[in-house]
């Protein structure tokens, strides 16, 4: 059996006759008999499962794996109804989108669905197009597909050039809010019409005002994802002063009919049992950990682990 599930996101298994299982609720599905997994709604896209599988633990990024162990995580995924695979060419250096190619050698199971993303930062507006689809080209050939059912920004959108110059290390992972609406977004619209994505969205971690402000702009995203853990923490990837406030965004998307994806639900590995990567104390992750104790004693009382019922609380 492999082992622990690496640390993912959220938000969003012979013998004698037996007899026919009865049908599923519309709202769960179930594969290949495993247990029921409750579905929703995302934005325009077909329903999908509560819990989604990805990010870095599956690039191989946070705490001790090996890649087949990560195969192996893919495929009991599956069993128990997961049906969205979230994943970016950041999570592992491609490593993430390997595994998930390596896991359906090109021929994904019916009703899975796959999202990638591109970090594109700030670009001269005659590379942006380019930069775009050659990211999206690279993640396809990795996923052994001909096509992303949804492409994010991973990009923090943010205001002005002032906010970029005032955050200089992570500048690199920053696009200004002119720059999307003159140039990603049309593009993103291409790409759709073009059939290379299904549909695009945002990450929903940049400067929330300027967040807020995209998800009532038509065309809108199809989806975005949004910190969605008991702390409101986005913990190291807070690039602007005041408050996250990923509930306000949430409740924005909501309104606008964007589909929301919860991330982050353990906190990078701050709502678990124990850090599973060196970190030095004064790191974010490492404040919110501490923050989180009375957290812990209470999966204790309740006799289950952090990590899940931070899943169920979020």
Same mark, same amino acid.
């Given at each position: 059996?492999?082992?622990p599930?690496p640390?993912g996101?959220?938000?969003?298994?012979g013998?004698?006759?037996?007899?026919?299982?009865?049908?599923p609720p519309?709202?769960?599905?179930s594969?290949?008999?495993?247990?029921l997994?409750?579905?929703?709604?995302?934005?325009?896209?077909?329903?999908v499962?509560?819990?989604?599988?990805g990010g870095?633990?599956?690039?191989?990024l946070?705490g001790?794996?090996?890649?087949?162990?990560?195969?192996?995580?893919?495929?009991?995924?599956?069993?128990?109804?997961?049906?969205?695979?979230?994943?970016?060419?950041?999570?592992?250096?491609?490593k993430?989108?390997e595994?998930?190619?390596?896991?359906?050698g090109g021929r994904?199971p019916?009703g899975i669905?796959?999202?990638s993303k591109?970090?594109l930062?700030?670009?001269?507006?005659?590379?942006i197009?380019g930069i775009?689809?050659?990211?999206?080209?690279?993640?396809?050939?990795?996923?052994?597909?001909?096509?992303l059912?949804l492409f994010?920004?991973?990009?923090?959108?943010?205001?002005?050039?002032?906010?970029?110059?005032?955050? %200089? *290390?992570a500048?690199?992972r +920053?696009?200004?809010y002119?720059t999307f609406?003159?140039?990603v #977004?049309? /593009?993103? $619209?291409?790409f759709?019409?073009?059939?290379?994505?299904?549909?695009?969205?945002?990450?929903g971690?940049g400067?929330p005002?300027v967040?807020?402000?995209?998800?009532?702009?038509?065309?809108?995203p199809?989806?975005?994802?949004?910190?969605?853990?008991?702390?409101?923490?986005?913990g190291g990837?807070k690039?602007?002063d005041g408050?996250?406030?990923?509930?306000?965004?949430?409740?924005a998307?909501?309104?606008?009919g964007?589909g929301?994806?919860?991330?982050?639900?353990?906190q990078?590995?701050?709502?678990?049992?124990?850090i599973?990567?060196?970190l %030095? *104390?004064?790191?974010?992750? +490492?404040?919110d950990?501490r923050r989180?104790?009375?957290?812990? #004693?209470l /999966?204790? $009382?309740?006799?289950t682990?952090?990590?899940?019922?931070?899943?169920?609380?979020?």
């Amino acid at each position: 059996m492999p082992g622990p599930i690496p640390a993912g996101r959220s938000t969003l298994l012979g013998g004698a006759e037996k007899p026919a299982p009865p049908k599923p609720p519309k709202n769960s599905i179930s594969h290949l008999g495993g247990p029921l997994m409750k579905v929703h709604v995302l934005g325009s896209l077909p329903r999908v499962s509560t819990l989604t599988l990805g990010g870095g633990g599956l690039g191989m990024l946070w705490g001790p794996t090996t890649f087949d162990e990560c195969v192996a995580t893919v495929h009991e995924a599956v069993a128990a109804g997961v049906n969205l695979f979230d994943l970016a060419p950041r999570y592992g250096d491609g490593k993430a989108e390997e595994v998930v190619g390596a896991a359906f050698g090109g021929r994904l199971p019916a009703g899975i669905r796959v999202t990638s993303k591109c970090n594109l930062g700030e670009q001269p507006p005659d590379k942006i197009e380019g930069i775009l689809r050659r990211s999206i080209e690279a993640s396809l050939k990795r996923l052994r597909l001909a096509r992303l059912d949804l492409f994010f920004l991973h990009s923090n959108v943010v205001p002005d050039a002032d906010h970029m110059a005032r955050w %200089p *290390d992570a500048a690199a992972r +920053m696009t200004l809010y002119e720059t999307f609406v003159d140039h990603v #977004r049309p /593009a993103f $619209e291409r790409f759709v019409a073009e059939g290379l994505v299904g549909a695009w969205g945002l990450t929903g971690i940049g400067h929330p005002d300027v967040i807020i402000k995209l998800l009532g702009e038509r065309p809108a995203p199809a989806a975005v994802q949004c910190i969605a853990n008991l702390l409101d923490s986005p913990g190291g990837l807070k690039f602007f002063d005041g408050s996250a406030k990923p509930r306000t965004v949430i409740a924005a998307a909501r309104a606008n009919g964007v589909g929301v994806m919860g991330i982050r639900a353990v906190q990078a590995g701050a709502l678990t049992s124990a850090i599973d990567r060196p970190l %030095p *104390d004064d790191h974010p992750e +490492m404040r919110d950990y501490r923050r989180a104790e009375g957290f812990r #004693r209470l /999966a204790v $009382e309740l006799q289950t682990n952090p990590a899940s019922l931070a899943h169920r609380m979020r």
